[in-house]
Each structure stands twice: as structure tokens, then as C-alpha cells.
């Protein structure tokens, strides 16, 4: 597959060239729907986590996302961008393999903290702090743009009732959801 035959769809925010480097690299890439990820806390945030950086105090016990999940892959990359080593994070090879099951060990007390999104926070009361967006595009090649078993799909993207119900999950954005944000040629 070539670059050419590619088509980016949906929108959401932040990562920016992430996307079109990894599909130079690998010729396709594929996500779905823009997800935002944030830290959880329980209640009141005790432990007063505001910023990355915060994971690195020694009290802070966190739970980690499996790698290769995006959360990771996003995580990483902005923890290398403050030149913070993943050994400086308590916890950090704690991996957990959704945003329920971190937001659970939140929950539980086994850690004070774990980056997920806001719908698992509010399904266990817990409190989060809004950090870093995680934004995910739907690469498509441009071959099966137009097939008949992908507007199902394409339709959705667009439709209003859809994104409405999307954005009272809290936490996602769904205002460039079904744009066409690049093409490559």
C-alpha cells in the first residue's frame, strides 16, 4: 500500500503528524473515534496530581495502560518530551489492559493514580483531571473509501443523534468526527 492510496478521517485534537509518519512507515494505521485521556483520582484528588511531572514523586502510585495501547504510546511519548524515565514513575510497570480495569485500581486504593478516559472515571465516582488529549484517526485507503460495507460506518461518523450520545459519555470530542482531515497523495 502507498501513501496515495490513503484517506484520513475524523478529527479530534493534539498528536498532530504522529499519524501520517506512522503510515509512511508502516502504509496503513488504523484507529477509530477521538478518545481523551485523563488522570483518575479518587475523590478530591488527595494527592494533589495536577500535572505529569507529579508522577515522579515518590508518594504517587500509579497504574500504567498495557503497551502498546494508545494511552501508552501518548504517555510515553510526553513523559520522553520531559525527560522523565519510565523508572522514575512508581508503578509504571504496573499495566493494566483497559480504562476500567485502571480506574478499578484506582478505586481499590492499589494506586493513586492512572491515566483513562472519562467515562471510566465516572462509572466508579472517581474524580480526573483533564492533562493531555489523545486523538485518533481512522486511516482509510482510498480503494475502499467508497465501498458499500464502509458507509454504514461513514454515516455514523456524521450522524448527530450519534455524536450527542458519544459526547454525554463525557471526555471525547466528536466537533471534526467524520471530517476529512488530510488526504495523502
Avoid at 485521556?37 to 511531572?53: C, D, M
Avoid at 486504593?109 to 472515571?121: E, N, R
Avoid at 484517526?137 to 467508497?146: A, E, F, N, S
Avoid at 450520545?165 to 497523495?185: N, P, R, S, W
Amino acid at each position: 500500500m502507498k501513501i496515495a492510496d490513503i484517506k484520513l478521517i475524523i478529527g479530534g485534537r493534539s498528536m498532530g503528524g504522529r499519524i501520517a509518519s506512522h503510515v509512511a512507515a508502516q502504509g496503513a494505521a488504523v484507529d477509530a473515534v477521538a478518545l481523551f485521556a485523563y488522570p483518575l483520582h479518587p475523590p478530591g484528588n488527595p494527592k494533589a496530581i495536577h500535572a505529569l511531572e507529579d508522577l515522579t514523586r515518590p508518594e504517587i502510585r500509579f497504574v500504567n495502560r498495557q503497551r502498546g495501547s494508545g494511552t501508552r504510546v501518548l504517555l510515553d511519548y510526553k513523559l520522553k518530551g520531559l525527560n522523565v524515565a519510565p523508572e522514575q514513575v512508581s508503578g509504571y510497570q504496573r499495566e493494566e489492559y483497559s480504562h476500567l480495569a485502571v480506574a478499578a485500581a484506582v478505586k481499590a486504593g492499589s494506586a493513586d493514580t492512572g491515566l483513562g478516559i472519562l467515562s471510566a472515571a465516572r462509572a466508579l465516582d472517581l474524580d480526573f483531571v483533564p492533562l493531555m488529549d489523545e486523538r485518533y484517526d481512522l486511516v482509510i485507503p482510498r480503494i475502499h473509501y467508497k465501498s458499500d460495507l464502509l458507509q454504514p460506518l461513514l454515516a455514523l461518523l456524521h450522524d448527530t443523534a450519534f455524536k450527542q450520545e458519544v459526547e454525554a459519555m463525557g471526555g471525547y470530542h466528536t466537533e471534526d468526527m467524520g471530517k476529512i482531515v488530510a488526504e495523502l497523495d
